[in-house]
């Protein structure tokens, strides 16, 4: 691990100054993610800002009617909640779904969103990677990719976000709120928050540097029944092939969001009309522009029989 100074910051404005105005610092949450990176050296900060100490921990009702999630709330305080059970259920499950225990009781909301890719070439730094190193290429492609994009890819970067409460948030069209170094905040749709690889495959979400996040918002919960499949080589403890968050009312329509296919969370709104007429036809529309390679080209089959036993198990 490269040597770095470390400072707590006391303020969320605080903490975006002194990160804004240093391109080799990073914020430090849970560090569930940063940390492992670092001890790697894909990460190399030369300086992080603790921001456990901003208070941006709870769970709090919006006059729309949802949900403020601060960005510290842990993993397993969001997913335990009594409200998201019963209102967001498809959140609680797709966090249960992911990690371990003890990780979730450390990782926070801010910091699962802005996970990094578990592709195998961005972990070794032997081979080259333009995420990891831009410009260097991208070893993956040619590689071995079974776990990796189908689509949304780019020539430059066929990696995938790995996270599990991602995909649940996306299908429930959260909005990320966000604070810069001179104070002013913005908020982000959920579907706009992660980037596609394009040209610029190091990028992985529309923040700028120094903008902290401080919250995710979650509309009015919209009523149906919520599921969230998860398809792993092994039981738990694994990223995702292919996963479905779902939220299916009782004429069969509804939304979903999948994991594991893409650099985001992948939802396609206009294919949802398909879904009172069976997974086939929808998953059509959601990958009608895919690429697969020949190694990951099973992941198309895949989601769609997730997606149709999640319209059998809700099926009334």
Known sequence: MKSFTYERATTPADAAGIVASNPG???LGGGTNLLD????????????VDVQDL????????????????????????ASDERVRRD?????????AGASGQLRNKATTAGNLLQR?????FYDTNQPCNKRKPGSGCAAIGGYSRQLAVIGSSDACIATYPGDMAVAMRVLDATVETVRADGKTRSIPIGSFHTL???????????????????????????GTHVYRKVRDRASYAFALVSVAAIVQRDGSGRAAFGGVAHRPWRVEAAEAAMPRGAVEMSNAVFADARPTDDNAFKIPL??????????????
Not at 69 to 76: D, E, P, R, S
Not at 117 to 121: A, K, S
């Open 55 to 78: 208070k941006l921990d709870r769970i709090e009702p919006t006059e729309a009617g949802g949900l403020r999630i601060g960005a510290f709330v842990t993993n397993t305080a969001l």
């Open 303 to 316: 989601a769609t029989r997730t997606l149709a036993a999640v319209l059998a198990e809700v099926k009334p």
């Open 88 to 96: 967001y259920g498809v959140l609680s499950r797709a966090i249960v």
């Open 25 to 27: 610092a990073r914020f």
């Open 197 to 223: 690889p394009g040209d610029t495959p190091e990028r992985d979400n529309a923040l700028d540097h120094g903008e902290l996040i401080t919250a995710v918002t979650l509309p009015r919960p919209v009523g």
């Open 117 to 121: 890719t578990r592709c195998p070439y």
């Open 37 to 48: 990176l670092m001890k790697l050296e894909i990460e190399t900060p030369t300086h992080l």
